[in-house]
């Protein structure tokens, strides 16, 4: 199957602190998505891209839909405790067969430091 | 409105022993998925239903039965749980084609654990 390559990984950050994150595939991907989770809750919907160069904002967080349509960034500015969980990207396929579903990245582990 | 929501928040089963868990969504979507979490795999998909009376295979469909007799509401079911289903499931559904959305919203999940 569709594969997103997700980084960093994880991340430990002191509080106050920018961040930054992406996703990476070999595929055309027609919609990007970013969720949080977290710990003992579902993922929840953070920003949706539908266009290739979208910038889209949400309060703090900021993402883009890569010119190529292959990666998606997601940036935070002066993270703060609440921002701790893991973030995911996920992208659906930009046509064919199973064109409704999201291929999802394994996810960016944020730790913030007070 | 509740989103999607899941019953039961947790469960214990023995190997062998049966069960369904249940999703309900009140947002009038048309698709609904089930997933499953474990660590360092990520979200992989099990099946989902892109309306009512249909269903599909996902990714890792071996073990689980799905049913979707009613919009609002996707069962999974375990006929025969092993301690590999052990896991987080995830149900989560979406506009799909009708309104050219695939955003999926998620519910709070079911852990479930199979000795």
């Known amino acids: 199957g569709q594969q997103l390559n997700q980084s960093p990984q994880s991340m430990f950050i002191q509080e106050g602190e920018d961040v930054s994150m992406n996703c990476t595939s070999s595929s055309i991907f027609n919609t990007w998505l970013w969720y949080k989770q977290d710990p003992g809750e579902g993922p929840v919907l953070l920003i949706a891209?539908?266009?290739?160069?979208e910038l889209t904002s949400n309060g703090r967080l900021t993402a883009q839909f890569g010119i190529t349509r292959k990666d998606s960034f997601l940036n935070i500015s002066a993270s703060i405790p609440s921002d701790v969980g893991i973030y995911f990207c996920a992208g659906q396929l930009r046509s064919g067969a199973g064109s409704y579903q999201l291929t999802f990245g394994k996810g960016t582990k944020l730790s913030v430091i007070p | 409105n509740a989103g999607v929501t899941q019953t039961p928040k947790f469960r214990v089963l023995k190997t062998g022993q049966s069960m369904t868990l249940l999703c309900a969504q009140d947002m009038n979507h048309e698709y609904m998925y089930w997933y499953r979490q474990d660590p360092g795999m990520g979200l992989r998909l099990i099946h989902y239903s892109v309306g009512e009376g249909t269903t599909a295979k996902g990714e890792v469909p071996d073990g689980y039965n799905v049913s979707r007799l009613k919009k609002q509401n996707f069962l999974l079911g375990l006929e025969s749980a092993a301690p590999s289903q052990t896991s987080v499931y995830f149900c989560?559904?979406?506009?799909?084609?009708?309104?050219?959305?695939?955003?999926?919203?998620f519910g709070p999940g079911t852990r479930l654990t199979v000795t």
């Open positions: 891209l539908y266009k290739a160069g």
């Open positions: 989560a559904s979406s506009w799909g084609f009708r309104r050219s959305s695939y955003e999926q919203y």
